[in-house]
């Protein structure tokens, strides 16, 4: 028998899909469950969306369309980098993938050679790892507990960037919700300065979703000369509530671009005709929904921090962003739940989804195991109630 590459035994089924499935198994069977695992906003774009869509049908040319991304994408999203700050670039700076999980694998592929080495920070996105697996490059991963607020500092970045060729960086961050103030960035920036063979990478994708007016702040405005080797990598999904409209950008120095375009037309030629009209639509059109949203998630936020505190042992940093709350659970080790021992967070989150109906995400998914995760986009209605049955989970331990 042919076997599998060898990378396919490195690849692992995502644990948030497998905690989703469960929740839903039990859905199925009648349980009433309070779903915090996907990160999926529960929101649609504005009608101006759909209308773009159905106008783009009526004169759909059928055709493959162009490698980077066409002209009125291009020009949409340099609109909307523009309103996220960041000024300056052009169509040639630019390109579309197929949302930015894909967009971040062309990026691996065009900057990682086998061996080298990415650098990011624990927690991270679970994609992260997987990423630099499939393309064989080695992880030099920077520890950052909930007792620095889970936010990289510069000492701990300038001593991990030594033969570094790429640094990954996520603020606002998946899974932690925090989100770096302009005095951080640019102390951090300060040290990527120091480091010029490192590439900079920016998965900045719920730059629109910060809370108390703090803002989103970047390494590119911190310090100019940064731009010459960092990369912004943006998406509608979360913004615009369109994750399954796939569409994702970068912005970047030309040569990387153009890298990324000559990966697009070996694997994805391009984004279809008609989602680029959702995505003009979205990036070009009214901002009210993402505006609105993001209040709204501030609300939930505060909901979800104030119920995390009152519970005795719980360490929760307080995020500033995107739709996560990632509560340090550790007091509960060791701890029973009515006949069962809870030894880790994967134990937690069973417990309390099959006890209490709450579905978590275990914060070792993503590198942290003294951790879950909450993403707060259920209904708004359902948030008290889960809220409720996750504090009393806490108060019944023994
Ligand atoms: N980066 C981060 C930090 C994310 O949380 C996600 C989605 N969960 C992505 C990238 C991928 O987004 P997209 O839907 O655009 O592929």
């Known amino acids: 028998m042919p076997t599998l590459a060898a990378r396919m035994s490195r690849a692992k089924p995502s644990a948030i899909m497998a905690v989703a499935e469960k929740a839903k198994q039990l859905k199925a069977e009648g349980r009433d469950i309070v779903s915090f695992s996907i990160g999926v906003p529960n929101f649609l774009p504005g009608e101006h969306v759909y209308a773009a869509v159905r106008d783009a049908l009526a004169k759909d040319s059928g055709q493959y369309g162009s490698n980077r991304g066409a002209d009125a994408l291009l020009d949409a999203f340099l609109h909307h980098l523009e309103g996220t700050g960041l000024g300056g670039y052009t169509r040639k700076n630019v390109a579309a993938g197929i949302g930015a999980k894909h967009v971040l694998y062309n990026l691996a592929e065009a900057l990682l050679d086998p061996g080298d080495t990415i650098a990011f920070a624990v927690p991270y996105w679970t994609t992260y790892v997987d990423i630099a697996e499939i393309v064989d490059a080695k992880m030099r991963l920077m520890p950052c507990p909930a007792s620095q607020n889970y936010k990289l500092t510069p000492a701990q970045l300038d001593a991990a960037l030594p033969g570094v060729k790429v640094f990954l960086f996520n603020?606002?961050?998946?899974?932690?919700?925090?989100?770096?103030?302009?005095?951080?960035?640019?102390?951090?920036?300060?040290?990527?300065?120091?480091?010029?063979?490192?590439?900079?990478?920016?998965?900045?994708?719920?730059?629109?979703?910060?809370?108390?007016?703090?803002?989103?702040?970047?390494?590119?405005?911190?310090?100019?000369?940064?731009?010459?080797?960092?990369?912004?990598?943006?998406?509608?999904?979360?913004?615009?509530?369109?994750?399954?409209?796939?569409?994702?950008?970068?912005?970047?120095?030309?040569?990387?671009?153009?890298?990324?375009?000559?990966?697009?037309?070996?694997?994805?030629?391009?984004?279809?005709?008609?989602?680029?009209?959702?995505?003009?639509?979205?990036?070009?059109?009214?901002?009210?929904?993402?505006?609105?949203?993001?209040?709204?998630?501030?609300?939930?936020?505060?909901?979800?921090?104030?119920?995390?505190?009152?519970?005795?042992g719980v360490v929760c940093p307080r995020p500033q962003g995107a739709f996560y709350v990632f509560p340090d659970i550790s007091c509960a080790f060791g701890k029973r739940h009515g006949e069962r021992t809870i030894a880790n967070d994967v134990d937690l989150c069973d417990a309390l989804l099959e006890v209490k109906g709450v579905a978590c995400v275990p914060g070792s998914a993503f590198g942290e195991p003294n951790a879950l995760r909450i993403s707060y986009t259920c209904p708004t209605a359902q948030l008290p109630e889960g809220l409720k049955r996750f504090r009393e989970f806490f108060a019944e331990l023994k």
């Open 171 to 312: 603020n606002p961050n998946n899974p932690t919700g925090m989100v770096y103030t302009k005095d951080e960035i640019a102390a951090l920036a300060d040290v990527l300065v120091k480091h010029p063979d490192v590439w900079i990478v920016c998965d900045d994708i719920y730059n629109r979703m910060v809370f108390d007016g703090i803002g989103y702040h970047n390494f590119v405005n911190a310090r100019p000369e940064l731009r010459e080797r960092t990369i912004h990598v943006d998406s509608i999904s979360k913004t615009y509530g369109m994750p399954g409209w796939r569409v994702g950008f970068i912005a970047a120095p030309e040569k990387v671009a153009q890298a990324f375009v000559t990966l697009n037309s070996n694997h994805i030629t391009n984004v279809p005709e008609i989602v680029t009209a959702a995505a003009v639509a979205a990036l070009a059109g009214p901002q009210d929904v993402p505006t609105q949203k993001c209040a709204e998630f501030q609300a939930k936020r505060d909901q979800v921090l104030a119920a995390m505190n009152a519970i005795p």
